[in-house]
């Protein structure tokens, strides 16, 4: 639902009916970032203990978990809408919220006893319609994601929003308000909970003391890799702006904040739908499944309790690897694993892990220390770097056997946006790079660990004295 959507020169109007204040600094529109803030005159932080304030947000304005809260407070509709549909998360109260404003916002001239407006019932008329995040990309320019490890993070995330989506409008439509506000009008999309929630990802910030919260004005503040303002909050129950200090700007220059050193290409792609190019972080994060003949798999997936990953980075052209469940996938009984389902006293069954007969349940997603001590070490840390590099082979393999989104058919393309094909084809340039240079050191470091007369070619994992069928299927009946 395209909800009215307001200039930008109307936002000091809205700043100044809400005391929201910026000190010598405008909106502007800035070439390929939408919109952004800069200057007015020339600015210095330079040789002062109190840094300047470019913009002074009242607490009030600040959408978070609690003013999500306070809200319902006053709007017993709403109350009831989150009592049913939210209090899962602070994202999930805060989407409730945008969403309800994002009905109010589209029916400003029509009656309606649903809903109490407030000041973010205008200020989202400022926020853009459109947002390059992947999960708002049409099906072709996902298309140029293919062996990227944004692949499979992407459609996860639109069957789980698709999935959120269908249980608000399930569990709301009993409402009869909200049946006829929301659904009967088909006032409200599958894609505005899509733009909602990239919305939200792209424009929250993680406030010192308020925690994760959306921040009028301030969310209009583009990043930097070498950023010249900060955020934060102060004593006068304010979130503000302020210029770094030793930093010295002039009139028309851009302020701009960092949205996290650490972000990869990736997550810069899937939070915000731009790679920055000078950015200075590598790394990538890929899924990682259990060995599909291995009769442990569905209980050490849930006593891991979180889905498996490795995590690869290159700092300084030397290349770091992480993965906790690839320690636990590769041990099996035969080396000391085993899983037992034990029964407390108020009857509640729960799925223990023994390493070594003793109980160590709680550091399964520590097996690498686990392990140190197991006369096989060396073994069992040469199966885990094996699993680490054919599941980054794999990945550089699908990858370039993907067609690049330059190399695609003149009709393909036509149908993606430029955006699109250039932040897919940096991203595929940044990841083969890194997977590379990756399985080049995981090659050198099997070669390295490979003790003599280690016996290769008997298999990783064996059914051998495994977890019975009942016990497996007891644990795969359990939540962690
Ligand atoms: C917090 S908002 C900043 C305000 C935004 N430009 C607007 O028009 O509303 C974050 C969004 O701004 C854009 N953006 C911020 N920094 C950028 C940059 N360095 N390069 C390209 N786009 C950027 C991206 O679309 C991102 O999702």
């Known amino acids: 639902m395209p909800w009215p959507g307001l200039p930008v020169d109307a936002l000091p109007a809205w700043a100044l009916l809400n005391a929201a204040v910026f000190h010598d600094v405008k909106i502007a529109t800035l070439d390929g970032r939408g919109c952004g803030l800069v200057c007015d005159r020339n600015l210095s932080a330079d040789g002062t203990h109190d840094p300047p304030t470019l913009l002074s947000v009242p607490h009030s304005l600040v959408l978070n978990a609690k003013a999500v809260e306070e809200y319902a407070k006053e709007d017993r509709n709403f109350k009831h809408l989150l009592d049913i549909a939210g209090h899962n998360s602070t994202r999930d109260d805060i989407l409730l919220f945008l969403l309800v404003q994002m009905v109010l916002a589209s029916r400003a001239h029509q009656s309606s006893v649903v809903g109490v407006s407030n000041p973010w019932t205008e200020y989202i008329k400022f926020l853009p319609q459109e947002v390059l995040v992947p999960t708002l990309w049409t099906e072709d320019e996902r298309l140029l994601l293919k062996g990227t490890s944004l692949e499979s993070a992407v459609n996860a995330k639109i069957t789980a929003l698709t999935a959120e989506f269908d249980k608000i409008q399930e569990t709301s439509s009993d409402i009869p308000c909200w049946n006829d506000l929301l659904w009967q009008s088909r006032a409200v999309s599958l894609r505005d909970w899509i733009l909602l929630d990239a919305l939200y990802r792209s424009r929250c910030l993680e406030l010192p003391t308020s925690g994760e919260s959306m921040v009028p004005c301030i969310d209009m503040v583009n990043h930097s890799t070498s950023p010249n303002a900060f955020y934060d909050e102060n004593g006068k129950d304010e979130t503000v702006l302020l210029l770094r200090p030793g930093i010295t700007m002039s009139a028309g220059d851009e302020v701009t904040i960092s949205y996290g050193e650490a972000k990869s290409a990736a997550e810069m792609l899937f939070s915000y739908g731009f790679i920055d190019p000078d950015a200075t972080a590598e790394s990538l994060v890929l899924t990682l499944a259990p060995f599909p003949d291995d009769p442990l798999a569905r209980a050490k997936l849930v006593a891991f309790g979180e889905p498996p990953k490795i995590h690869v980075a290159r700092n300084n052209g030397s290349i770091q690897w992480e993965s906790s ?147 497996a299927q007891d644990s795969s009946n359990l939540k962690q």
């Open 325 to 471: 469940f690839a320690y636990l996938m590769c041990v099996n009984e035969e080396d000391g694993l085993d899983f037992r389902v034990l029964q407390d006293t108020e009857g509640n069954r729960q799925l223990r892990v023994f390493w070594q007969d003793e109980d160590v349940t709680d550091q399964a997603a520590d097996f690498e220390s686990l392990i140190q001590s197991h006369e096989l070490f060396a073994l069992l840390r040469l199966r885990v770097v094996t699993v680490v590099q054919e599941r980054l082979q794999d990945q550089l393999d699908r990858l370039k056997s993907s067609p690049a989104p330059r190399s695609l058919p003149a009709s393909d393309i036509s149908t993606t946006r430029d955006e699109c094909a250039r932040a897919a084809s940096l991203l595929r340039q940044i990841e083969t790079s890194i997977l590379e240079a990756s399985t080049e050191a995981l090659e050198k470091e099997v070669s390295g660990i490979h003790p003599a007369g280690l016996f290769l070619a008997s298999p990783i994992i064996q059914g051998g004295n495994c977890l019975d069928a009942s016990s």
